[in-house]
């Protein structure tokens, strides 16, 4: 059982180059969430998916698109990359938000230069 | 909006003292979880413990329990007989009803001192 995987670990990106953050869960979740935390401070919401087919926008969409085509994956697009961007990206997913917790994967550290 | 304040964005203690870490959050519903969170330096998100609000016992995990006050809104986390692996940065969270997602506070930094 690995729970959540993100692929990459690590990522240096030019500026205006393009990315897909890969994220996966084995747990037959339906609720999953991609934050990204920038150094010393909190995590901010980019986009959410409450099951195949569905998401919405969090706190911080701009400069990301997701998809959700299946339960399993929820992979974070980075269209024109910004320094701005530069961040730790997780990716959790959850039974339910009442509940349940959120199950975190690794994150993935991206350096925009 | 639902909100989750912490107010305490850093503290310190001795190994081997007990501290205490605040939260309040404000909400209508009546039936919920709340939850803390420990980042340690690895930077993995890691669940300490969970508290049911329909539950008037207190949770507890081993050295972490729970202060919960339902009426206050406030769920405060201690950890007893603090260890030099409890450094982290902890952040409480509570259900956004509505919107399908959790509502993180801004974190506390703890540091523990050998």
């Known amino acids: 059982n690995a729970g959540v995987t993100q692929t990459p670990k690590f990522r240096i990106l030019k500026i205006g180059q393009s990315m897909t953050l890969q994220c996966t869960q084995d747990?037959?979740?339906?609720?999953m969430y991609w934050y990204r935390q920038d150094p010393g401070m909190g995590l901010k919401l980019i986009y959410y998916?409450?099951?195949?087919?569905?998401?919405d926008k969090g706190e911080v969409p701009n400069g990301y698109n997701v998809s959700r085509s299946t339960t399993e994956d929820f992979p974070l697009r980075l269209e024109l990359a910004a320094p701005s961007q530069t961040s730790v990206y997780f990716c959790?997913?959850?039974?339910?938000?009442?509940?349940?917790?959120?199950?975190f994967g690794p994150g993935t550290r991206l350096t925009v230069t | 909006a639902q909100t989750v304040t912490q107010s305490q964005p850093e503290m310190s203690v001795q190994e081997a003292e007990t501290v205490t870490l605040s939260c309040t959050y404000d909400?209508?519903?009546?039936?919920?979880?709340l939850f803390w969170y420990k980042q340690p330096p690895s930077r993995q998100m890691i669940l300490v413990i969970r508290?049911?609000?329909?539950?008037?016992q207190n949770a507890t995990e081993n050295r972490f329990s729970v202060n919960f006050q339902k009426a206050a809104k406030s769920f405060s986390l201690k950890i007893s007989d603090s260890q030099l692996g409890d450094t982290a940065m902890y952040f409480c969270?509570?259900?956004?009803?509505?919107?399908?997602?959790?509502?993180f506070g801004t974190g506390t930094r703890l540091t523990i001192i050998p």
């Open positions: 959790a997913s959850a039974r339910d938000v009442r509940y349940y917790e959120q199950y």
């Open positions: 747990m037959n979740h339906n609720y």
């Open positions: 998916s409450v099951g195949a087919g569905i998401t």
């Open positions: 909400t209508s519903e009546n039936n919920y979880y």
């Open positions: 508290q049911e609000a329909y539950k008037q």
């Open positions: 969270a509570h259900p956004n009803f509505g919107n399908e997602k959790l509502t």
